[in-house]
């Protein structure tokens, strides 16, 4: 997915082929394919190198992994399964696909599981090795599905791949139980196959990922080989698959997930404010990647600290920001909330600071693998007193990069706290990010202040004396002779920065706190309306804007206008927002919570927002926003 | 695995920018009023601490103070240093961030036997376990001033306070015990009406490289008073107060019926009469041993009866700190690849449109 706003061709519910050919090759303009199989299948990685491998091929694509918050759920099981679905295409899309065109499933159980989501005539590859009696009965299968007639509506292909990999591996002397283990690099080299796709960087790949055991590196070489052949010689694949490279913006791109881009967004920060980057963190699901991708980039500049609890992990990025850092905390939900004593002393400190939720399902624990948008309010309201901070959100994988980079302009720019609200669908979603040139990022370089500021003729340093535009104070860090200064929690006097008790001051200071993140300077929300009729408008934020987008798309192709627009600044909000809801009859927002949006959208522009809620710990999908949008559209036409 | 980084022994504050600037306790005083309670044991400490700065011969914009929440907490806003008030427990885990990203400064937090030991004590034993280069002070007064007299975890068992009408029953800490639990390599205790003592033990505190505890025993005239009182009275003092020296034997006692600390038959230690002991027994104090054993078990001498007391340093030993380690690996990466940021961001598998 690439953020543009050209016209595309819709995004189909059917499976991609739609040029018929006679011959064993077809064209088709997009396949989504899920990869399916127990816990310790590996499905994670078989979908990481697809995806490599059509990144390569120049299509455009969007990934969604699926896994269970268990390591290994008990094998065979229905909670033991793990997924992995991706979506390319010749053409930009928005979404990882709502119904696979093909599922590849490793085991009995994550055939029951996934069968719901296919479309009629999907393909459907299954691992028959694993059809055993007592696979089939750990998951309620009285008779085997692949006997019984109910995948008649597929297109079933039945693949000893256990049998087979380990047939192929014999040479390399390894246990069958290891050998087994390279089946799914089997399943890769097959679909590999069926859809052309090229092979050097997985083999690649493959020698360098397992270069210290050169046995286990030749076998799953041979096992993905050995897949690839399969579907070459054997007359059951009749046909496969081309996906032309899609024609997206010129650039150079690479792959992304949202962790990543998040990560290199923060590095990136550091750089161009040339301010050491200092991540306080304590591992959770699904934020833990960023502090592992930050770990690896000392080089830049960047420490990481592995805290004994999130309040430490954002304690110690507000002292480091205190001694002149770029103070950085990651985490998900449950976190945030330990973490909102230390974000409201940020907002009364007056520094800046920089906090990642990712977020993930809720309430408590939740489902920590699982998506959700339901923090929203947590992050603009979860804190004691009238405590504001700025709020921003990705709309996809490759948006974190910049959503990084804003989140620390306006941290450093107007010294406050920020709160990059992230989820579990576009931190581990990947899809292809044209790479920026460095020299075009913002320069973020502060001034720290130096001299004594005193308005009143003496020598003195009054730490909450303001910046007359932005509202900021002034960032005096310690080191700096003759500009000693207490700040704290307490109350402070307005300019001078002393205890104050006073009424007046305090009705003042909380006033003061809100204009300056009310007058922070966010970017005008734009609207993509191609044929500049619409009445309905869909809004929304965050990772509903793949799933959005390809629903207007939808109707767009049956005719129908629709208008779109999408926040990625919660708080403030743009400043256009309110003229642009007002021009349309009927305003949409679907969100992966209970209407969180809607809510604050209906109190402060008095618009008869129409709230559409989804809380399943999965992305909207394309299919059931058309349908809603479309009832909403026809709804105004009549 | 560890890895021995070869880093020389250097002091608290190796680092730290000094100066030729002659400063007085008054430099270090704030505009500030002070405004604890009269007759509070805070007054003393400030004095101390105040007074004893100018030697250190630092800059004071190099020094900072950080608290949490409590009366001690009002500790930083008294001091014209660099400071920061903070929230309730977690002025170790602020004072961390700083000290990691700042080896130039001299990072000192101030805590209490509440902000420390309950609401904060799982920030306070992982700095200590950390080993990040931050001074310690905890002001134990045995009860909750701030929020007027509730009883605290070090109070003793049975105390009677507004949230325990008919006494507490919980088992009280030993700082010094927890501390050297949790692998504190600069353990010490003083007292807030000895200032020479008091000083003297900030004073190898801050020459200590690495997380420092010093615990304080601090009256509270208004909920807690006269605590500590056993360890003022002359006489009282002179029969229950031992300090530690180190590479000394540890003897206490008047002039006429001194005691000292032997080893019994099962191993531990235990207060003996002199006259009653040969001398080769005595327990001689090394403060510098590696196994924390030694430390502990002194610590155990005695507890929230004051009788005897254990003051002094009980452990100083040197170990790598995290934040020159961490800082270690920072200079090793730069050294080793180049920061460049748009190579960082290309990565390996591109392709062009």
């Known amino acids: ?638 | 695995m560890t890895t021995n980084l070869g880093l020389p022994t250097m002091g608290g504050l190796a680092e730290v920018p000094t100066t030729d600037e002659e400063y007085s306790a008054k430099d270090f005083t704030s505009d500030q009023e002070v405004r604890w309670c009269p007759g509070c044991g805070d007054y003393a400490v400030l004095a101390a601490v105040r007074g004893f700065l100018p030697e250190l011969g630092i800059k004071r914009e190099n020094t900072v103070f950080v608290s949490g929440i409590g009366c001690s907490a009002r500790f930083p806003y008294y001091m014209n240093t660099y400071g920061m008030h903070s929230i309730h427990g977690r002025a170790p885990t602020i004072a961390t961030g700083l000290a990691t990203t700042r080896p130039d400064l001299s990072v000192w937090v101030v805590t209490g036997d509440g902000d420390g030991l309950s609401i904060g004590g799982n920030h306070l034993i992982h700095a200590l376990r950390r080993n990040v280069n931050i001074t310690v002070l905890l002001f134990n007064n045995r009860i909750y001033g701030l929020t007027k007299g509730q009883y605290s975890p070090t109070s003793d068992q049975g105390t009677v306070t507004k949230s325990t009408p008919v006494g507490s029953v919980d088992t009280p800490f030993n700082p010094v015990s927890l501390a050297l639990g949790a692998e504190a390599g600069f353990v010490a205790r003083t007292l807030d009406s000895d200032r020479a003592h008091l000083t003297e033990t900030l004073r190898a505190a801050a020459a200590h490289r690495g997380s420092s505890l010093v615990e304080i025993y601090q009256n509270c005239p208004i909920f807690n008073d006269g605590a500590f009182d056993v360890l003022k009275d002359s006489d009282e003092k002179q029969r229950r107060l031992i300090q530690l020296r180190h590479g000394e034997p540890v003897t206490f006692g008047p002039e006429d019926e001194r005691f000292g600390v032997v080893r019994d038959e099962r191993g531990e230690l235990r207060v003996a009469k002199l006259d009653e002991i040969d001398e080769r027994d005595l327990v001689i104090h090394d403060a510098h041993r590696e196994d924390t054993g030694h430390a502990f078990a002194l610590s155990r001498l005695g507890g929230q009866d004051l009788d005897p007391t254990v003051t002094g340093v009980f452990r100083a030993v040197d170990r790598p700190t995290y934040d020159d380690q961490a800082r270690q690996q920072l200079d090793d990466a730069a050294r080793q690849r180049p920061a460049d940021l748009q190579q960082l961001l290309t990565g390996r598998d591109t392709w062009t449109i």
Request: charged residues 20%; aromatic residues 6%.
């Open chain 1, 1 to 638: 997915m690439v953020a543009t706003n050209g016209q595309q061709p819709a995004e189909r519910a059917g499976a991609g082929a739609d040029e018929q050919q006679p011959d064993t090759q077809r064209k088709v303009n997009r396949v989504v394919i899920r990869f399916a199989g127990d816990s310790g299948d590996g499905m994670q990685l078989t979908g990481d190198r697809f995806t490599s491998e059509a990144a390569a091929f120049g299509n455009d694509l969007a990934t969604l992994p699926n896994y269970p918050a268990e390591i290994r759920a008990p094998a065979g099981t229905l909670p033991g399964v793990s997924s992995f679905q991706l979506h390319f295409a010749d053409y930009d899309i928005l979404t990882p696909g709502d119904r696979p065109d093909v599922l590849v499933a490793m085991n009995p159980a994550a055939l029951k599981a996934n069968l719901g989501d296919l479309p009629h005539g999907a393909t459907v590859v299954v691992n028959t090795d694993e059809f055993t009696k007592r696979n089939l009965k750990k998951v309620g299968y009285e008779q085997s599905p692949l006997e019984s007639g109910e995948l008649d509506r597929f297109t079933l292909h039945r693949v000893a791949m256990s049998e087979l990999t380990k047939g192929a591996v014999a040479e390399t002397g390894l246990t069958r139980k290891e050998a087994e283990r390279c089946k799914n690099m089997f399943a890769l080299g097959l679909l590999s196959w069926m859809y052309h796709r090229p092979t050097e960087n997985t083999e690649r790949f493959l020698r360098e990922k397992f270069s210290g055991k050169p046995q286990v590196a030749e076998a799953n070489l041979l096992a993905f080989r050995a897949g690839w052949n399969y579907g070459e010689t054997t007359e059951s694949f009749a046909v496969t698959y081309e996906v032309e490279p899609a024609s997206l913006p010129e650039g150079t791109y690479r792959q992304v997930t949202g962790n990543l881009a998040l990560s290199y967004g923060l590095v990136a920060a550091g750089q161009r404010s040339e301010l050491p980057v200092f991540l306080g963190s304590y591992p959770i699901t699904p934020a833990s990647d960023v502090l592992h991708e930050m770990a690896k980039h000392k080089n830049f500049g960047v420490t990481t600290f592995q805290a004994e609890d999130e309040i430490a992990g954002v304690g110690a990025a507000l002292g480091a920001a205190f001694g002149g850092s770029l103070g950085v905390t990651t985490t998900s939900g449950p976190g945030l909330a330990l973490k909102s004593e230390t974000i409201g002393l940020a907002v009364a400190l007056e520094l800046p600071m920089l906090i990642c939720d990712i977020q993930r399902g809720g309430p408590s624990t939740g489902l920590p693998t699982k998506t959700e948008q339901a923090d929203l309010l947590q992050a603009l309201y979860g804190r004691n007193g009238e405590s504001p901070v700025p709020v921003l959100a990705p709309r996809s994988p490759a948006d974190c990069f910049d959503i990084a980079v804003d989140a620390v302009r306006i941290a450093l720019t107007y010294r406050t706290p920020v709160l990059l609200l992230s989820d579990g669908a576009t931190a581990n979603g990947s899809e292809p990010w044209m790479i920026p040139d460095v020299a075009n990022l913002p320069d973020l370089r502060v001034d720290f202040a130096t001299e004594a500021n005193a308005t009143d003729g003496s020598e003195e340093f009054w730490p909450y004396l303001r910046d007359p535009r932005t509202l900021a104070r002034q960032w005096a860090i310690p080191g700096t002779a003759g500009l000693e200064h207490r700040v704290g929690g307490l109350e402070k006097l307005d300019g001078k920065g002393s205890i104050s008790y006073d009424p007046d001051n305090h009705d003042a200071m909380v006033r003061l706190r809100q204009r300056r993140i009310d007058g922070i300077e966010v970017d005008d929300v734009e609207v993509d309306d191609p044929g500049g009729d619409a009445r309905v408008l869909v809004l929304g934020w965050g990772s509903s804007y793949g799933p959005i987008g390809a629903a207007c798309r939808r109707l767009r192709a049956r005719g129908m206008s629709i208008a779109q627009t999408h926040l990625r600044h919660l708080n403030p909000m743009p400043g256009n927002l309110g003229e642009v809801l007002r021009r349309y009859e009927r305003v949409v927002v679907p969100e992966m919570n209970m209407g969180q949006l809607a809510m604050l959208l209906r109190s402060r522009y008095l618009v008869d927002a129409q709230s559409y809620t989804k809380v399943a710990g999965l992305p909207f999908q394309a299919e059931e926003l058309e349908n809603v949008l479309s009832d909403v559209v026809q709804g105004v036409e009549l």
